[in-house]
């Protein structure tokens, strides 16, 4: 197995009814912090912007926080965010800044002139695993019959993704075709501009399977518009359990584009303390799970040391890849 993988117990299921009275009692019990700011790096609508707000509706609905403000503030593949975190250390001890997968791609690429160590590592909450799909009417049920008709037409089967050669769709795909045992530098990958345009490409045969995010895949199989046929996710989801994990099929390729949350520099101690257990307290919270179900989304929770661990093998994973992919 990757060591990039999700260990089950780092994986916290749906909120049962009585796991969600717990939460609240456990919000009750917290005493409330006065106020949060987050800093976004991107612009309003994208993912980093839902799970900033989420959290913070969350929060102030379930009463751990009094007030969340937010900030928008893109440019520079989220560099410019970050910059100014860094910057201005000092006077953000009240302010958490949202980041997913892409600030380690990033940062490996040197888009990004710093990297997740010149922050402080609060915790990581959510995740989407990524999946294969495609049309529902394909004549491929499995991935053993998308990997068939590879090998027999390599550069004839096209697999697609709504990023650029080297963006996470297509490290994805790299991942699934190097897990099978096929060489990742080989394969046909077309990129698009957006999922939207990939799915375009999906449906008018253009691409023969695509990469792309898993609850963006059960949005479209519950739709009708797909079939999964692997999702890089250590076991099966329970939010769509009819989707069958690569790895049950003999494929070893795990992978989770994570979200969470980093503060700046030199935050202090207690500070640290207060926010890890405020996120934890907030994930096993009714007002979260109607968040979470909201964004179809996993929950994680991976606080300071374990969050900068996974980043170190998911750094590590990433960039062996595209070293080999000659992105590096």
């Known amino acids: 197995m990757n060591t990039f993988g999700w260990t089950r117990r780092a994986i916290i299921a749906a909120a049962t009814a009585t796991v969600a009275l717990a939460g609240s009692a456990q919000a009750q019990d917290m005493q409330k912090m006065d106020a949060v700011h987050f800093l976004i790096p991107g612009g309003a609508g994208g993912g980093w912007d839902g799970t900033a707000r989420g959290t913070g509706e969350a929060l102030v609905n379930s009463g751990l926080v009094g007030n969340a403000t937010f900030e928008n503030m893109s440019g520079g593949g989220g560099g410019v965010a970050i910059g100014n975190l860094i910057e201005n250390a000092a006077s953000s001890h009240g302010t958490l800044m949202v980041n997913s997968t892409p600030i380690v791609i990033?940062?490996?690429?040197?888009?990004?002139?710093?990297?997740?160590?010149?922050?402080?590592?609060?915790?990581?909450?959510?995740?989407?695993?990524?999946?294969m799909v495609v049309t529902n009417d394909s004549p491929l049920q499995s991935m053993e019959d998308a990997l068939a008709e590879y090998r027999e037409d390599p550069l004839g089967f096209a697999i697609g993704g709504g990023s650029v050669p080297g963006g996470m769709d297509h490290l994805v795909a790299a991942i699934v075709m190097q897990g099978a045992g096929e060489d990742p530098t080989a394969f046909n990958y077309i990129g698009y501009d957006a999922g939207g345009e990939a799915m375009a490409g999906l449906l008018s045969g253009e691409i023969d399977a695509l990469s792309t995010g898993f609850s963006e895949a059960i949005a479209l199989a519950d739709q009708g518009e797909v079939r999964i046929l692997g999702v890089t996710s250590p076991e099966r989801v329970p939010a769509y359990d009819a989707a069958p994990t690569f790895a049950e099929q003999g494929i070893d390729a795990q992978f989770v584009n994570w979200r969470g949350f980093f503060a700046a520099p030199d935050l202090p101690a207690e500070q640290l303390t207060a926010y890890q257990d405020m996120l934890a307290t907030m994930m096993e919270t009714p007002e979260w799970e109607?968040?979470?179900?909201?964004?179809?989304?996993?929950?994680?929770?991976?606080?300071?040391?374990?969050?900068?661990?996974?980043?170190?093998?998911?750094?590590?994973?990433?960039?062996?890849?595209?070293?080999?992919?000659?992105?590096?």
């Open 290 to 328: 109607t968040v979470r179900a909201r964004m179809g989304l996993v929950n994680i929770y991976r606080p300071g040391d374990d969050f900068t661990a996974f980043l170190e093998a998911q750094e590590k994973q990433l960039g062996d890849l595209m070293r080999d992919l000659g992105f590096l």
């Open 106 to 131: 990033r940062a490996l690429t040197g888009e990004i002139a710093q990297s997740f160590r010149d922050l402080t590592m609060v915790a990581g909450t959510v995740g989407d695993y990524a999946a």
